[in-house]
């Protein structure tokens, strides 16, 4: 145990002695930054101050709401004036947007932490082969399947860590610029079963994790494809290109019962809450994370075993 550590020591050394590394957090706090200045500058949040007579202005709100609907010109107000008369039926005075709704929102950047992931996954093996020190590696006292899988291990760590700053930063930042409305203030949304009250914490929670499966998934797949070629770049290009065009060929097959056995089909387990739905009707929330273990396994094994079976001697 204490030598499995002493390596992940040493990957993550290696890893954070790189300024492209530190570069990428860099480039993730000026995204925080920049998205917290634009929703500021640009007007983006509701800035609506509630007094006392609150339930007045939602019931006013309501009636502007309903009128703009009947016009025709707009759309997406019906979820609002649901909203509405839950707090108004339920006596929950609404809040301004603070640090917590500005962290939620940004849970969406967790795309720009699996590009990162990805560059560092797909990498973290392959550099080992283009600059010849694998073979410093593999003359230490140390069998290949533990050294595979504490680079692995060592990936996973550099991506939950980026999950952490992006969730600290984003509260910081939207503490300073938005302040904040309580340690945990409920959330209104609209679900499957209708109007629903939440803790906001609860939430942001809920949305980070359902992206970490994807970040899991898309971080085992770069790795494989680190320990199959040693060029770094086509491992890149490969796991990005997939990354952002799965998607969309899984909707383009999504007719097909057999699209559901397509990784891209499960990694979005939020289509199983809320007001989601699945891709492919007979799909279930038991199916997705099936056979979503299915292909981290595969994907595991099939570096374990390119890793292992790879002749050195040539590099």
């Given at each position: 145990m204490r030598n499995l550590?002493?390596?992940l020591k040493n990957e993550q050394m290696k890893l954070y002695s790189r300024w492209s590394t530190w570069s990428m957090y860099i480039i993730l706090f000026v995204l925080i930054v920049g998205s917290a200045l634009i929703l500021l500058w640009a007007d983006s949040v509701d800035e609506t101050t509630y007094g006392d007579d609150w339930e007045q202005q939602l019931t006013q709100e309501n009636e502007e709401y309903r009128e703009l609907n009947q016009e025709g010109d707009f759309f997406g107000f019906d979820s609002e004036i649901q909203k509405n008369e839950y707090r108004i039926e339920n006596d929950i005075p609404p809040l301004s947007y603070d640090a917590w709704q500005f962290?939620?929102?940004?849970?969406?950047?967790?795309?720009?932490?699996?590009?990162?992931?990805?560059?560092?996954a797909a990498g973290i093996i392959a550099?080992?082969?283009?600059?010849?020190?694998?073979?410093?590696?593999?003359i230490r006292p140390n069998s290949r399947t533990k050294i595979l899988y504490t680079k692995f291990l060592s990936v996973l760590f550099f991506s939950v860590t980026m999950l952490l700053f992006l969730v600290a930063t984003s509260f910081?930042?939207?503490?300073?610029i938005f302040g904040i409305n309580g340690w945990n203030p409920s959330l209104i949304q609209v679900g499957a079963d209708g109007v629903e009250e939440v803790a906001i914490f609860t939430e942001i929670i809920t949305q980070y994790g359902f992206n970490v499966v994807n970040l899991v998934m898309m971080t085992t797949f770069a790795f494989m494809i680190s320990t199959l070629f040693r060029n770094s770049t086509m491992a890149i290009g490969l796991a990005i290109f997939l990354?952002?065009?799965?998607?969309?060929?899984?909707?383009?097959?999504?007719?097909?019962?057999?699209?559901?056995?397509?990784?891209?089909?499960?990694?979005?387990?939020?289509q199983y809450f809320g007001s989601g739905s699945p891709i492919v009707e007979s799909m279930t929330l038991g199916f997705s994370i099936t056979v979503?273990?299915?292909?981290?396994?595969?994907?595991?094994?099939?570096?374990?075993?390119?890793?292992?079976?790879?002749?050195?001697?040539g590099n």
């Open positions: 550590l002493g390596l962290t939620l929102d940004n849970a969406s950047l967790s795309t720009m932490i699996s590009l990162f992931t990805i560059i560092v550099n080992e082969f283009r600059w010849g020190t694998i073979k410093l590696l593999l910081i930042i939207g503490a300073i990354m952002f065009t799965g998607n969309i060929a899984v909707e383009v097959v999504a007719k097909y019962d057999w699209a559901k056995y397509i990784l891209f089909a499960n990694t979005d387990l939020s979503l273990i299915i292909y981290f396994v595969l994907f595991l094994f099939i570096s374990w075993l390119s890793f292992s079976k790879r002749d050195v001697a």
